[in-house]
């Protein structure tokens, strides 16, 4: 055969034999409409499905990095995330969160894309690696950002996937903007304290799927510089409003930039995740939460 002949290549096929990426399927969508309280809703795949479902997830489920802090592993399989922040009414942070909100928009027949995203808020303009996730959806020709698990505020509601575009969500400013820092697919989302844009963090519309947010984790939750390590976090992001706990700080601020902080002594911190976040604890796990707080304070 003359090597300059066209050789027609054969179409090609499915390269994964598995098909359920998100796992929908996996996931006890009743219980998760009982913990965000919309039981019973019409729940199509549109729009204002997407809304009442992000509002509902961020009101009702906080985030919060107490598996770290209990010395438990954390488990991204969508039955682990369904027992510990359905069933047990815990929190979680950006990929537990993200990924439980993968499965259920999977189980009500969305269209959508899983992100990798770069935190640059707080990083005083030096790189940090992806270790964030983020949601793309597709909808009626558009394309919407959703994300219930960034712990430094971000999205109330889903933000159009559009060049330039800012919003207020619940009183907080929020903007999206095409920026070439890095690459030139690459996007900067912000938010707007009151006086000035803060950015919050960077990422490209690169697919993810659940294996690679396993390897991010597996770094923020064993690497001895991670954030998550070594100190407790929690927070829930509402209108006009942000609650924010870093060991026993409670952190309110405001749209305007306005902010309150309170001293939480030790041994009430586990009674302030129960009526401020809505996280209870078993009796062990209280009593190992004040410990650990006592460890951090002498380090």
Not at 242 to 248: F, I, V
Request: with cysteine; aromatic share 10%.
């Amino acid at each position: 055969m003359s090597p300059e002949r066209d050789v027609p290549a054969p179409p090609a096929g499915r390269i994964f034999t598995e098909r359920d990426f998100w796992y929908g399927g996996g996931l006890d969508l009743d219980a998760y409409l009982d913990r965000v309280d919309l039981r019973g809703a019409d729940l199509p795949p549109t729009l204002d499905t997407l809304r009442a479902v992000h509002r509902a997830h961020l009101a009702h489920i906080p985030f919060e990095n107490l598996q770290l802090v209990l010395d438990r592993p954390i488990l991204l399989d969508v039955p682990a995330l369904t027992d510990k922040m359905v069933h047990h009414r815990r929190g979680g942070y950006c990929y537990e969160q993200n990924l439980l909100l993968a499965a259920v928009l999977d189980r009500l027949g969305f269209a959508f894309t899983a992100l990798a995203a770069r935190v640059v808020f707080g990083a005083e303009g030096h790189p940090r690696p992806t270790t964030h996730a983020a949601l793309l959806v597709e909808l009626d020709g558009g394309r919407w950002m959703a994300d219930v698990g960034f712990g430094g505020g971000g999205l109330l509601e889903p933000f159009p996937f559009v060049d330039g575009h800012q919003e207020v969500q619940g009183e907080w400013g929020l903007r999206l903007d095409r920026v070439e820092e890095v690459g030139p697919d690459e996007w900067l989302l912000r938010s707007f304290d009151g006086r000035t844009w803060n950015d919050l963090y960077m990422f490209t519309t690169a697919a993810m799927l659940p294996q690679d947010y396993a390897i991010f984790s597996h770094f923020l939750t064993s690497h001895p510089r991670s954030p998550f390590r070594n100190r407790l976090m929690a927070q829930r992001m509402a209108p006009g409003e942000q609650q924010r706990l870093m060991d026993t700080t409670l952190t309110t601020t405001r749209p305007d930039g306005t902010h309150e902080e309170r001293e939480i002594a030790i041994a009430d911190v586990p009674d302030l995740l129960d009526e401020v976040f809505g996280v209870g604890l078993t009796e062990e796990e209280r009593g190992i939460v004040v410990d650990r707080l006592k460890d951090y304070a002498d380090m």
